[in-house]
RNA sequence: CCGGAUGUGGUGAAAUUGGUAGACACGUCAGACUUAGGAUCUGAUGCCGCAAGGUGUGGGGGUUCGAGUCCCUCCAUCCGGACCA
């Protein structure tokens, strides 16, 4: 009997599929758990071998639970809408839809082929009507919804109107009303108008802003999706441009999402980003006031962080975006400043981040310190962005270095108020320092004074405490095809909702891809959707993804986006697992939406992920060979100094470690290199007219890096492959061997045979070629007790804790051990098998069968721990005591002979060593003295 | 520049609370069985040294009987954010 694992795997998976062991329902006994993938988009280059390693480890923790017991929710589908599909059908023709069927059906097959348990009739997909029907209605609920400051939560927006018609716009929802109003007059306003007041509140909203605007894709990006000024996907330029666009007001929740992270187990890292995202800080707003040429005085508003450095104050930078700018700017100063604002205007985002020069123009106005009288020369400078704060500052060189290399640039006199704290050389931002040069501040520690001066700026009724945040509302709408319709018709200039029971809407065909003119989407071509004045934008790629956890929970009820019992059962997900690129997207946005689902009473909890694990991702090793220029000759790595050389990308399949396999190099892209010439590292050469006996013995060495893993770089391995030559059970449990899960490294196929040999040590258990079964039911040694307890104890433990890594091992090692052993008998083995399962389930449920068991071994009990058979014995290590290899030991008289040999032995030395006291606590590491407290 | 993480053999990596550093595996070397081996098995393998021995967890310093682990500092790599007042 053999290890055959390809008859093994394709038996099971086939028997697994029949029996829907893997199909989970909502109604159990047992205590839920919930393990989430992040569901994949599916690209058409399939799965290269980083993808499953996430799957992987999920797969093995949702059996782990299984068989601890637990009623263990894994599903999967896929995040099918999105640009690259629409790229791909303008390029090809091929219907998105088309295109999306065909990559998921590859998909699946990858993943098949790995063997993982997700229950499939729970499978979802974004781009299928039955699905984002209810991403519409929830995209409504947040329509006719707004946050209310007062209660720090989402309301129907009902509610507001009721307010409104008994109190106007005054003193309603905790927070001052962009449009001010009284109810008799909200009374007499017609729909429109109420409409188009209402929507200052929703928390889906549509309004006019700068957008990021990407020319190359035709639509808008959200902030997560511009990286450095260039597009996420594609690295095309963006700009800014205003637009009508729909937005969702996440920075309602801006507290909520930072309070959120201290109850939910994330990584430091991971919070850290979002809150960084989020971006709180608290200050002030102050207001200064300026004389303007006219004559009249003009309030400027500056936001800080830093109050108590306003005696500091030398000059005022104004964002030159600001029209306030034009409004202060005086007579003999307008041709400079005229110059600075075209000069700003003709720059891109890209290179105002890229070169930080520091320019800036004086307008010639002055403001006044409020506190001392001073006057204070107003600038405009880029440096401030007109989208942060008031979009304008109070400069303190002595204390923010990039006011302090502006000063110096410009030449403005510098105050210092930190007195030694400051050393003329930059600036020092510090909070300890004690004040000087500052009014009725001098001597006051800064942290008092920050207080103090907010007191005073209220008082004096020119400012008051604020919160900022970095984080903007997120665009929420694409000019694209590919993704959800807006349920909303527009009528006259205002958005009417679709009633939900006109739900889905669904996406028409369209015949070209092109957006529509003044940047609509593709959908304004067609006459049938514009004759119904319906919205021709398309929802972004975030909106499915937002509440899919949810769904997988009731994935085929009609009447609702998912049963408020089927929630209740599921709750939060326990486990997700997925990639650290979606910190301040899909993860942010999907807190918000399950936030707001809570506040209206639509599910009970509103944080979905109660722990996320990131997995690291895996990089390809790139191989090289060195082409010399302008020839057919390649030369090997060590030698390719002695020429000048092209680096050349090679398929790493053809290369075994770092040696080139020069017979499937001469083969690779149809003969493109077969008459190379190949110089080997010791100086042969490889022909391809010399014959071949000679040729063979050439070594080629290729040169190595580590790169992002991509198809145009040849250093992808494709899983299937390894499957096919290894074993499904083989390629997970290398996966999980190659380290942490959560930490990123090169791909390398090299150590797979390692774990493929313990596989079918493991088999030899049970089962050899020349004995054929050889399992027995003789009774169990302490011997042989000890190496199972021992196992069970720490594969418990590391599967519990994710260290998949280490549990591999330790069943090497007790393979090894068993082996050593010459153990056979089904009292040891079989609770192994258990154990194994999560890691490699198909040669575990062959075994379990094997052993004379039915159903599946999922079903089976977690073999439990029990520790007096791992008690180290005292011939092991003389001196443990209590089972323990490490211990302390008082110096006790009930103490055991051993003991009292051991410390006897310990005290002549310690004493000696101590000069005659008496050691109280003596300890021992296997027999050996290593620590004393006297 | 700011924030986070990580630095251990030729390689991937172990080392629950400070307690024999390098488990386990790859690779390499030697051997066994073989017509043959890219199958299987056995042994060796941090570095220097014939050896005894010395030395060793990025560098330097500190706490401790004892530090990969804790503290300070410097360096390197990776990731994220970067004019956020």
Known sequence: MEYNFRSIEKKWQQTWKESGVYKVSNESSKPKFYVLDMFPYPSGAGLHVGHPLGYIASDIFARFKRLKGYNVLHPMGYDAFGLPAEQYAIDHGVHPAVSTEANIANFRQQLDNIGFCFDWDREVRTCEPSYYKWTQWIFLELFHAYFDHTDQKAKPISFLEEEFEKFGS???????????????????YDEKTR????????????????????????????????????????????????????????????????????????????????????????????????????????????????????????????????????????????????????????????????????????????????????????????????????????????????????????????TNIIGEHY????????????????????????????????????????????????????????????????????????????????LPLLLPEVDKYSPGPEGEGPLSNIPEWTALQLETNTMPGYAGSSWYFLRYMDPHNENEFCSRKASDYWGQVDLYIGGTEHAVGHLLYSRMWTKVLYD?????????????????????????????????????????????????????????????????????????????????????????????????????????????????????????????????????????????????????????????????????????????????????????????????????????????????????????????????KKAILEPLVILLTPYAPHICEEIWHLLGNSGTVLDASFPVFEEKYVKESTKDYPVAINGKTRTEMTLALDASPQEVEALVLANEVVQKWLEGKAPKKVIFVKGKMVNVVV
């Not at 927070?175 to 008799?184: C, I, L």
């Not at 095809?481 to 958005?495: C, K, L, S, V």
């Not at 499957?723 to 290398?734: C, E, K, L, N, S």
Request: glycine share 8%; proline share 4%.
């Open 600 to 824: 209206l009473g639509h599910i009970g909890h509103d944080e979905p992920y109660k722990k996320l694990v990131n997995q690291g991702m895996i990089q390809g090793s790139s191989r090289f060979v060195y082409r010399v220029r302008g020839t057919n000759q390649f030369v090997s790595a060590g030698l390719k100094d002695q020429y000048e050389t092209d680096t050349l990308h090679v398929d790493v399949n053809m290369v075994d470690g770092f040696e080139l396999n020069i017979e499937a190099f001469r083969k690779w892209r149809n003969g493109e290199y077969k008459d190379a010439e190949l110089i080997g590292e010791d100086g042969t050469i490889s022909s391809p007219h010399t014959t071949n006996n000679e040729g063979q013995s050439v070594k080629y060495l290729c040169g190595a890096e580590v790169e992002k893993m991509s198809k145009s770089k040849f250093n992808t391995v494709n899983p299937d492959d390894l499957v096919q030559r290894y074993g499904a059970d083989t390629f997970r449990m290398y996966e999980m061997f190659l380290g942490p899960v959560e930490i990123s490294k090169p791909w390398d196929t090299k150590g797979i045979e390692g774990v493929h040999r313990f596989l079918k040590k493991f088999w030899r258990l049970f089962a050899t070629e020349e004995k054929g079964w050889i399992v027995n039911e003789k009774a169990p040694t302490d011997a042989e007790l000890k190496v199972l307890h021992k196992t069970i104890r720490k594969i418990g433990d590391d599967t519990e804790r994710f260290s998949f890594n280490t549990a591999v091992s330790a069943f090497m090692i007790a393979t090894n051990e068993l082996a050593d052993l010459d153990c056979h």
């Open 170 to 188: 005054t003193s309603v929802n905790g927070k001052r009303s962009p449009v001010s109003f009284t109810a008799q007059e909200w009374k007499a």
């Open 195 to 414: 409409m188009d007041i209402l929507m200052n509140f929703r928390l889906a909203y549509c309004g006019y802003g700068e957008v990021n605007w990407c020319e190359a894709l035709g639509t808008v990006l959200a902030n997560d999706e511009v990286v450095n000024g260039v597009s996420e996907r594609g690295g095309h330029p963006v700009v800014k441009k205003k637009l009508r666009q729909w937005y969702l007001r996440i920075t309602e929740y801006a507290d909520r999402l930072l309070e959120g992270l201290e109850q939910i187990d994330f990584s430091d890292a991971m919070k850290e980003m979002q809150s960084n995202w989020i971006g709180k800080s608290s200050g002030a707003e102050i207001q200064f006031d300026i004389e303007t040429p006219s004559g009249e005085k003009l309030p400027l508003v500056v936001y800080t962080t830093r109050p108590d450095t306003i005696f500091g104050v030398d000059f005022m930078v104004v964002a030159p975006e600001l029209d306030l700018v034009q409004k202060i700017t005086t007579a003999d100063q307008k041709k400079e400043v005229d110059e600075y604002l075209a000069y700003v205007k003709s720059r891109s985002e890209r290179e105002r981040m890229a070169e930080k020069k520091i320019t800036g123009v004086f307008t010639g106005a002055y403001a006044i310190n409020p506190f001392d009288g001073r006057k204070i020369p107003v600038w405009a400078s880029e440096y401030v962005l007109a989208g942060y704060g008031t979009g304008a500052i109070m400069a303190v060189p002595c204390g923010d270095q990039r006011d302090f290399l502006f000063a110096k640039h410009f030449n403005i006199p510098i």
């Open 423 to 502: 050393n003329g050389e930059e600036a020092n931002p510090t909070k300890e320092a004690k004040l000087e040069n500052s009014g009725f501040l001098n001597g006051m520690p800064m942290r008092e004074a920050l207080e103090k001066v907010i007191g005073e700026v209220e008082k004096k009724g020119i400012g008051r405490r604020k919160v900022n945040f970095k984080m903007r509302d997120a665009a929420f709408s694409r000019q694209r095809y590919w993704g959800e319709p807006f349920p909303i018709r527009w009528i006259d200039g205002t958005a009417y909702p679709l009633p939900a029971d006109q």
